[in-house]
């Protein structure tokens, strides 16, 4: 079957977006893995999948697969570049859009000056909904990784989030604890692992091990967690500035019940076909 598709990226996070509304796409695990795969596909942190929703309150469904084959709920650098492919397509003509996710309804805006932001909708600490085995109500919980132990505060943003603070990014443990904390058996479904660095209660920097996808230069739905813990924990105020290894990041969070927003670039690389 041969398919296109557009190349896009946020931050150097990187999709293939696959545009199911005009063609015939029913995606599997196995293709989805080959068109991640950087040396026999096109190479891709996730892909994303546009389709047409039953939802009257919303306007497109939105799937996202991982480079291991496997579809989650959420992603947020694929967000934005969700609302710039739909509209670059022409699929739709507004700026604002409401889009179904495996997560929840999200809301991705494009900005006058090219910029994407995002409603990213209200983040959860019911262990429950991350899901996570908690040992108490505590917001921060001891995490045994390997030969140590880690705080960390989990909670979701329509997908499995535990962060944790460290004093450099830089020196962050990241390759080595996080495949552990991923796979930890206290997070049924997996977990990303972010490694929060405070510069001051502004800015934050920020590296993500992702669930099915490794450390990629950003995670969208990893900052706004990031942000989020830190502003429960007292350490952070609304606005944040996340600095990520692809790039920069503007999270507001208002408090418990408040929705997230997101604001930063969406960019497409190019256009062409593939045999799937």
């Known amino acids: 079957m041969r398919v296109k598709f557009t190349k896009m990226h946020g931050l150097g996070n990187d999709f293939v977006v696959l545009d199911a509304v005009t063609q015939d796409i029913d995606l599997t695990p ?9 040396h026999f596909g096109v190479g891709c942190d996730q892909i994303l999948v546009v389709e047409k929703t039953a939802r009257p309150e919303a306007d497109f469904r939105y799937r996202i697969f991982n480079a291991d084959g496997g579809e989650v709920e959420q992603c947020g650098n694929g967000a934005r570049c969700f609302v710039r492919f739909v509209h670059e397509k022409g699929l739709t003509a507004k700026r604002a859009i409401r ?46 990784v390997g030969e140590e132990t880690v705080e960390i505060t989990a909670l ?27 796979n930890h ?3 049924p479904q997996r977990v990303n692992a972010g490694f929060m660095q405070v510069v001051d ?3 934050i920097r920020l590296r993500v091990f992702e669930r099915g996808a490794g450390e990629t230069l950003a995670c969208g739905t990893g900052a706004c967690a990031a942000v989020v813990a830190g502003i429960a924990r007292g350490l952070l105020d609304s606005p944040v500035q996340v600095s990520t290894r692809g790039g920069e990041l503007a999270i507001a969070w208002d408090g418990p019940g408040q929705p997230v927003r997101m604001t930063g670039p969406a960019v497409t690389v190019f256009d062409s076909e593939i045999d799937i």
């Open 30 to 38: 196995g293709q989805a893995r080959f068109l991640a795969d950087r």
């Open 99 to 144: 889009v179904e996710t495996k997560g929840g309804l999200i809301e991705p805006r494009l900005e006058d000056d090219g910029l994407v932001t995002v409603d990213m909708g209200v983040p959860r600490f019911e262990p429950s909904h991350v899901p996570f085995v908690a040992e108490s109500d505590a917001l921060v919980q001891p995490l045994r």
């Open 156 to 182: 979701s943003m329509g997908n499995p989030h535990a962060v944790q603070v460290v004093a450099s990014v830089d020196a962050a443990p990241v390759a080595a604890q996080g495949p552990l904390i991923e």
């Open 185 to 187: 058996p206290r997070f």
């Open 201 to 203: 209660r502004h800015a």
